[in-house]
């Protein structure tokens, strides 16, 4: 197995896209990472400060815990709050 790192995209929908002016973003990440490590990266950007703690990440079109492993293959989202009524 080797360590080198991997590219991801990242499809952003409603208010994400909004901010960040784009509908996606791609991101440099170790093998072996984890939804809750690419959620860290995005954080990094400084139009992600307000992110939830907990911000709904789809991968693959399921929804994906922090501790899920990410290939460079994968197909993710991040998904905006909902609201109405």
Do not use: K
Request: a negative charge.
């Amino acid at each position: 197995m080797t360590l080198a790192g991997f590219q991801v995209r990242v499809l952003l929908f409603g208010y994400y896209r909004e901010l960040a002016g784009t509908s996606e973003l791609q991101f440099d990440l170790p093998a072996g990472s984890r939804v809750e490590d690419l959620v860290t990266a995005i954080r990094s950007d400084p139009l992600f400060w307000g992110l939830p703690s907990t911000p709904a990440v789809a991968v693959n079109r399921r929804y994906a815990p922090g501790s899920q492993v990410l290939l460079s293959e994968d197909e993710i989202a991040l998904i905006p709050p909902m609201s109405g009524g």
